[in-house]
């Protein structure tokens, strides 16, 4: 196991596990937006799909211990690899003209960083049930499941919390929009058939990112969707 | 022309250094000068005066040596593509221009003195690698040995390196994959070098990573300033050819 160790540590192993500890993350990302959206449905949808994720349960379990150990590597990777990255450059240049990089390139780990401290917020928010909505948050609906409906609805109609979550994803949009691109040619997938998709892919997977996940908080700001208690 | 200069002077390996501003010696520039020949004559008045001329590093001047590293306002070799610091011309600026001049920052490049700097970390990645020790045969072997053009160019694209290290200059990270994958891709399309492709690769890439560079995060800086246009379809072999001598090789 000698020969992995020494892999998963290069720079080149290291660009391997934040490619896929990135796929596996924004896979995740559209499934959890796919999910949410059914807020539109109404509220016995989204009750009845929360219901049915909890019922999986010792599978939910699962699923969210590899999500949390997914979490863990990408952001220890990349902490690592930024220190490493600073230390390579002990001084720093007068001036400097990019060309080819870009603002989203070159802000990943502040994009990174600011979005760690958004997800601490949001599972406060919704998973846990503290912060600005604990009231909201043991909310019963009347087949006597957790009525997922009323507490996001009521949750985003305070406008500070629903331009957090608009906020946040303006970031994450960044993110993915270097991120998904970039781990194409990470996994050493370069060819110039393919480049135009590959190179499409960040910013339509990113802007889909952006549209659906903030269509909730601004339908429920704009008052398109209300709240049933 | 009349030109202003801020350039980096730094004794020697220990000392801080500092930009220096050269005015009166930058005066009646000709457009016609190379970067190099306008430094020349910029030393020439130094000398004159009794200073000490900047300490810049340059042998054919033709763009094939690789030795004439220098960040000239933000850009390795400068604002021109595809040029290095001795192809680029005065023609590039105009009068009254205010131009700063710094060395190759990297750790693995430390300064030896103003804008030179030790390139010994290309050399150790080379040595980790960067050979054929296989039997070619001779020349007739060579003829027998039938090489698609189509890989016979791809091959040569990456051997136009001239491991001057603007790709681990422009980079963000201080990252030297645009040069180690270019060797790696230079023999490892080649059937010569086949035979030694995975400890190869194995090899370089352990090289490039004991050596201090910083790790590619894909801004593709590199790709822009390599005077050679190397591709960055270079280190996407590489990122492949790595995990399959990794996983691969017993
Ligand atoms: S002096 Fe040889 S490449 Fe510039």
Redesign the interface.
Known sequence: MN??G??LK???????VMAVTGLLLVGFVLQHMVGNLQVFAGQEAINAYAAGLKKLGPLLWVARIGLIVIFLVHIASALR?VS??R????????????????FA??A?AMSGLILLAFLAFHLLHFTLGGGPLKTQFNLIDAYGRHDVYNMVVLGFQKPAVAISYVVAMLLLCLHLS?GVT?LF???????PKYNGIFNLAGPVIATLVLVGNCSMPIAVLAGLVKATV | MNLTIYVWRQKDAKDAGGFEKYTDECKGISEHMSFLEMLDVVNDRLTEKGKMPIAFDSDCREGICGTCSMVINGRPHGPWKATTTCQLHMRAFKDGDVIYIEPWRSKAFPVIQDLIVDRKAFDTIIQAGGYISTNCGSAPDANSMLIGKEVSDSAMDAAACIGCGACVAACPNSSAMLFTAAKLAHMNTLPQGKPEEAQRTLSMVGAMDSAGFGNCSNHLECEAACPKEISGQVIAAMNRGYAKASFGKR
Do not use: C, D, I, T
């Open positions: 020969w992995f020494r892999y290069s720079s080149v192993g290291a660009k391997h690899l490493l990255n230390a390579a450059r002990p001084v720093a240049y007068k001036m400097v003209k990019s060309e080819r990089s870009s390139s070159r990943m270097h970039s040619q990470s996994l050493g997938l370069n060819h």
